[in-house]
């Protein structure tokens, strides 16, 4: 990753696109896909400067993780991958938490250590929320072509060319049948009506369901336009005929809330984007996927739709797909929207099941004290055993991290005032320790420059990139 580090390549361990051969060191050496790196001798060891600063310096990290940065206190390399961490019961969960104000370095550090540095090892791909706006498209378009793919840009201005993605495709199907396909379409109506569903609401859609499944299982793939013309025959199911005229009042009462929720989903704000079949483009990419929302508005439902779609689709993709032992990086930088409301209980309700997948969950939040104890969305970064922590700018947001995550009070001055750049990061149970990101000349364009990332460097970057 660095020039100072020494490497092998071993049993053809990487699979590179053509322009990321220059990036490894002459001498790199890799074991079993993943970089075992040697570097020299720091001034003083990790566990010696635990005695110096119990409070900051944790314990040594894994050889067989990536590359993070260096220990600030130490100088020695840190060095980490959840999904090795896990296969070797260092920690419980491979999900991965990133929090911090804006500016810290949240954004770099997701681009470097789970999109950019993964991708070099065989068996590992990337999926990519892309929320940032850069160049008039997603910051992670160029990239994505470079390994070529296309981007799946949701645009609600240019519904004609905007990538559609259908909840009733059969994909959302191939990871957990019919349930997880309502469950999916219970969030849609959720996050598109006013307020939860009622158990009303839930047998309304159930019944739907069902009907347009039936009608449609020798023919093409139903669309939600189909599901919507079916709540109108809701009330004349033949499981309701006993029921009596009150109950069949709220009944049709339900299915028609339904049905509204769902047209106003369906309505000119979000046309283009969920009323189809899938886009033909739309398939998981060996290495990166992006799902490009950065023309969605802030205030709309659009994100935290595409974002509960995207996961389900995800978890269909894997199910279907996936190649024995391959590891896939979900990385979503809005984490707010993946982890509130309906689509944050749907996440969570798989976790276990994305577990068996290879999948990691990685998401990143800006203020800890915009949600509330007890919600999802804690629950998520509390469930992660891999945690960057960058500055925090506020007391709640520094008493959180310290209640939250087990750290050392005394870190409380520490979060305060790290440089950009800088964090704490805590594997497990393990201290946290201070880490500098260091970065490649390749990995400072993609992060800092206004341009998108581009394979050609000048030879002195190739050299030691």
Known sequence: MTSSLAAELVNDAIVLPPMLGPQIHSTSRWRRGMLKVTSPGAPTTTRQA????????????????????????SSSMVTHDQFTAYED?????????????VGAGKSTLLKCLYVERPLLLRNR??????????????????????????????????????????????IIRAAGGGAAQRQLLSAFAELAGSGELSEWHHMALAEAYGLTMRDFEDGRTPV?????????????????????????????ESAISMMLRFERLLADDLQGMFDRETSKHVTLHPKLTTFDISALPDDGPGTALVMAEANAWLMGMLGRHRRPGMRTNLVVEEGWAMSSGPGGRMIRSKAKLARGYGLSVIGAWHHISDHPPGSDAIAMMQEAQTIHLFRQEHDDDITDCIRYFNLEPSNAATLAVLPQG??????????????????????????????????RLPVEAQQHG
């Open 50 to 73: 635990e005695v110096l600063n119990t409070a900051l310096i944790g314990s040594p990290t894994d050889e067989r993780g990536l590359l993070v940065g260096d220990d600030t206190m």
């Open 89 to 101: 019961k260092k920690i419980t969960s491979p999900n991965v938490a990133v929090v911090g104000m």
């Open 125 to 170: 791909c990337a999926v990519v929320v892309d929320k940032k706006l850069r160049n008039g498209e997603g910051e992670y378009a160029e990239v994505t072509r470079e390994y070529g793919a296309e981007p799946f840009r949701f645009d609600p201005n240019d519904p004609e060319h905007s990538t559609c993605m259908n909840p009733l495709d059969g």
């Open 224 to 252: 939600l336009p189909d599901l919507v013309e079916r709540f109108t025959g809701v009330v004349n199911a033949e499981r309701f005929e006993r029921f009596r005229a009150a109950t069949l009042d709220l009944i049709e």
């Open 422 to 455: 800088e964090h704490l990061l805590k594997i497990g149970a393990n201290k946290e320790i201070p880490v500098r990101l260091d970065r490649t000349p390749r990995e400072i364009r993609f992060t800092e420059t206004d341009s998108a990332m581009v394979s």
